[in-house]
């Protein structure tokens, strides 16, 4: 099976209705939402299985030519020595991942309105896209708004937006009393922002899992009721659910495409990939210079990436499941670790305690998570 034949029910259909505007509306003029003719999750096919390859024509941009990138994620820039991480390029089971070609993409997406919307992994991928798209065309006249939750910026020649809105948990999160709670049933605060867009990328998951001084939220409100606490996974998927009925509510299938990018792996734990991990100094990525070999990755496959299968499996409105996770897990080398613009130099010099093993660096890992894209649009 080719790459076109994996993807040609979901290009013939989508395509067409997404950039003729065309509709498919019953009697009364309203759009339907019954049951989607095709599948947009695409998981059954190989794009996302395969093994990583030496390419030296990678990166695709350098980071000293794309100055929005966050300080968090620019590794080069913060003193990482190594530079072999850059040289790899994804290539799945019989078959060829097409290039990215920003022309192309500022070309097709003339007049568009692309929203990445979720967590800083969710920003991860925002950036590497601005600076993917900015290296084809290097003096195109740009506009950058930055804000929170919303950070825009406008391709002007193209008439083209490209933005991310910061929701972590993608339902709300309100202030009550000086308490902030989480809103496992609403998602109305955020979802207004989010209807002006032609293209949305959302994903969400780690902060799901944080406890302690970084957990986001005070009190847990669901079936108008307030806990403290309540199953990690169970409160993901009662977010996720409220998150896939907005979409399966609001979303004109027909004009709008919906993406969900998979749980990003972390790398914080070297027994997962290392049979020596009892004896090794470190005791997380720092360290780590090139991915695993192989297409499997040995360690523990993440529980909440089950969660996110299931409820987009059981959307009407179709949403294309970015299924990043597996070929992410292998690139245990592909993190900020001490380079991160973040850090002390008294951080810098305890790795085991400070090194970034959740965020990726750019140039980088979520380049691919755009090139994956960018075939999902227009192949």
């Not at 080719?2 to 395509?15: K, Q, Y």
């Not at 920003?102 to 097709?108: E, I, N, T």
């Not at 950058?144 to 910026?153: C, E, I, K, V």
């Not at 360690?299 to 996770?325: A, C, F, H, S, W």
Request: with cysteine; aromatic share 12%; hydrophobic share 35%.
């Amino acid at each position: 099976m080719t790459l076109l034949s994996c993807l040609l029910p979901f290009v013939l259909l989508a395509s067409f209705q997404f950039l003729t505007g065309s509709s498919l509306k019953n009697h009364h003029g309203h759009v339907q939402r019954g049951k989607p003719m095709f599948q947009t999750n695409q998981t059954t096919c190989a794009l996302f299985s395969g093994t990583w390859v030496r390419d030296d024509t990678y990166p695709l941009y350098k980071y000293s030519d794309c100055p929005l990138i966050d300080a968090e994620f620019n590794c080069q820039m913060y003193g990482r020595p190594d530079s072999d991480y850059l040289k790899y390029r994804w290539q799945p089971l019989g078959r060829v991942l097409p290039r990215f070609n920003g022309l192309v993409f500022l070309s097709k997406m003339r007049g568009k309105h692309v929203m990445f919307v979720g967590d800083s992994l969710g920003r991860n991928q925002w950036e590497s896209l601005i600076c993917m798209v900015s290296a084809s065309a290097p003096k195109m006249k740009t506009q950058m708004s930055r804000g929170d939750p919303l950070s825009t910026l406008k391709f002007i020649d193209y008439g083209l937006s490209v933005s991310f809105y910061r929701a972590p948990y993608l339902v709300d999160i309100d202030m009550v009393g000086g308490r902030r709670i989480l809103k496992l049933e609403d998602i109305h605060a955020h979802g207004n922002a989010w209807r002006i867009a032609d293209v949305l990328v959302f994903n969400t998951g780690h902060w799901w899992s944080h406890k302690g001084s970084l957990q986001g939220w005070d009190l847990i409100e669901t079936g108008g009721k307030y806990y403290k606490d309540i199953d990690r996974l169970v409160a993901l998927e009662k977010g996720l659910r409220t998150w896939a009925n907005w979409v399966d509510t609001n979303v004109d299938r027909t004009k709008t495409r919906v993406f969900f990018q998979s749980i990003s792996p972390t790398h914080y734990d070297p027994s997962e990939w290392s049979t020596r991990a009892t004896t090794m100094a470190t005791k997380n990525c720092y360290g780590e210079t090139t991915p695993m070999t192989g297409t499997t990755y040995p360690g523990t496959y993440p529980d909440q990436k089950r969660v996110v299968d299931e409820v987009i499996r059981e959307m009407y409105v179709p949403t294309y499941l970015l299924n990043i996770t597996m070929l992410s897990e292998l690139r245990k080398d592909g993190h900020p670790s001490i380079y991160s613009g973040d850090l002390s130099p008294a951080q810098r010099a305890n790795p085991d305690r400070s090194a970034d093993c959740s965020h990726w660096c750019l140039p980088g890992l979520p380049d691919t998570w755009n090139e994956l894209f960018y075939a999902a649009l227009f192949h």
